[in-house]
């Protein structure tokens, strides 16, 4: 199946800082990209939609100015939370979705390994 | 509103035994069904995943029974094994949208 990496796997800086997470897609092109935020035990929320090449479309109740993402290349998309406080600790997980011919005729989305946050 | 419901919370089931997990939408425009495998700390893995056309969907042990009419879909986990143990999340979208997901099954098979 279609490979979707992101790096770090875990992070921890303190609060204030900013942090980039990156999304790739190894071996498939990805014109849009995911990004979701899961707490310990809760399903996956949406942040935010990502189509290479125009800005992301954020979800209800996101922060575009705190979570600011870039999706330069059809495998590459980054999200970088600005000046972190605590409150942003979480697990964040991108997505990419596959064009129908990769995944046996359905358009499907894979998940990255995601990434642990710890903001202190 | 929670657009995908999805039951039980939590599951339990002998080795063996047969896991199912259910999922109800009221969305009419969602033609497409994917179930996806949690492990902690792991990002979502797809398992398998339906478009409504077929009313089921057989992957090794898992088997996605779809119902239309009722708006309901479910998940089958045949001779079900400890390594199986992980969160399940159901979800949906219209068309290839953006997905809206259930609020997940912790799923532990007991050796």
């Known amino acids: 199946g279609a490979v979707v990496s992101q790096h770090p796997s875990r992070v921890i800086c303190k609060s204030g800082t900013s942090v980039k997470i990156e999304c790739r897609s190894l071996?498939?092109?990805?014109?849009?990209m995911f990004w979701y935020r899961q707490f310990p035990k809760q399903s996956l929320m949406l942040m935010a939609t990502?189509?290479?090449?125009?800005?992301?479309?954020?979800e209800q109740g996101v922060e575009k100015d705190k979570f600011l993402i870039n999706h330069a290349s059809l495998t590459l998309s980054t999200l970088t939370v600005t000046s972190a406080h605590p409150e942003d600790s979480s697990f964040y997980i991108c997505?990419?979705?596959?064009?129908?011919?990769?995944?046996?005729?359905?358009?499907?989305?894979?998940f990255g390994p995601g990434t642990r946050l710890l903001v202190l | 509103q929670q657009q995908v419901k999805q039951s039980p919370q939590s599951l339990i089931v002998q080795k063996g035994g047969i896991s199912i997990i259910n999922c109800a939408y009221e969305?009419?425009?969602?033609?497409?069904f994917p179930w996806y495998q949690q492990f902690p700390g792991k990002g979502p893995a797809l398992l398998i995943a339906?478009?409504?056309?077929?009313s089921e969907k057989k992957e090794g042990r898992f088997t996605i029974s779809f119902n239309k009419s009722a708006k309901q879909f479910s998940l089958h986990i045949m001779d079900s094994q400890p390594g199986d143990s992980a969160t399940y999340f159901c979800?949906?979208?219209?068309?290839?949208?953006?997905?809206?997901f259930g609020k997940g099954t912790m799923l532990l098979v007991s050796p």
């Open positions: 339906i478009r409504p056309d077929v």
């Open positions: 990502s189509n290479e090449g125009s800005k992301a479309t954020y």
């Open positions: 969305n009419t425009a969602f033609d497409y």
């Open positions: 071996d498939f092109q990805a014109t849009t």
């Open positions: 979800a949906a979208s219209p068309g290839y949208s953006t997905l809206t």
């Open positions: 997505s990419a979705r596959t064009g129908g011919n990769l995944a046996g005729g359905l358009e499907t989305q894979y």
